[in-house]
């Protein structure tokens, strides 16, 4: 099969189209047809060297952690899917998703959301899942609670806006001017213009700060932050002191695979709640 694959670390001249064996899927997995795969920051992220999990003994690499397509074969213990079922997962395996086909288990993958095409399915795993994990396992975001999403346009942070108002949240955002509209169309009860105005001087009693920015914007959220509130960030660990002197909790976190929060995500699209929007194909 081919596959995209980078055999050293650097620029984007390192991807390198390869024909490999197509992989065999042991008793707990699957092989599927990849029919779209998405790019996201923790691909250049490996592609350049910058991520530490991967070092230079372990390529060549396939990238890739997003998938949408049709399977192809099951093992011997696959009992949630047959041949011929469209899916979407996120990968967490060495075997990418820049390739004619990949292995997939029963616990990263759900059927592919039925009001998408192939190429929107790809591009919502692990966005997907990076905003689901961040505010309800990481921060119990409730019902009538008041969250602020830094970096409401991105990838996660478009997901993170929809997913916070299909909950009951009333949600602030950050954005660039260019994309206040977008953010009120996800459904942002407050967009603001990170580059012209103070966020702290136009919210307060922010129960969650989402922050998908880190650095100063960071810091500058436990202004807004309730006594006892939370701070979730997924590029880094919020300032203890801080969270003290809050009465707050904070984490720093990594997105997992998981099918059951995928089959949920694929409820919510396809009963009209969430829509995915493609940057780029």
Known sequence: MH?????????????????????????DEMVVRVIAASVNPVDYKIRSGKYPAVKQDQLPKVLGRDIAGVIESVGAKVRKFRRGDAIYAMLGRDIGGYAEYALVTEDEAARKPER???QQAAAVPL?????????????????????????GAGGVGHFAIQFAKAKGAWVATTVSGA???????????????YKKDKFEEIVKDIDLVYDLIAGETQQRSFAVLKDGGRLISTLQ???????????????????????????TIARLIDAGKVDVVINAT
Do not use: S
């Open 3 to 27: 596959a995209i694959r980078i055999h050293k670390f650097g620029d984007a001249d390192v991807l390198k189209m390869d024909d490999i064996p197509v992989p065999g899927p042991k008793d």
């Open 116 to 118: 998408l095409d192939f």
């Open 127 to 151: 966005a997907a899942l990076t905003a689901w994990q961040g505010l309800f396992d990481q921060g119990g975001l409730e019902a009538g609670e008041r969250v602020l999403i830094h970096g």
């Open 179 to 193: 994309d206040m509209e977008f953010a009120r169309e996800l459904g942002a009860d407050q967009a603001i213009d």
């Open 237 to 263: 660990k919020p300032d203890e002191a801080e969270l003290k002197r809050h009465h707050a909790r904070g984490a720093h976190y990594m997105a997992k695979p998981d099918a059951a929060e995928l089959e």
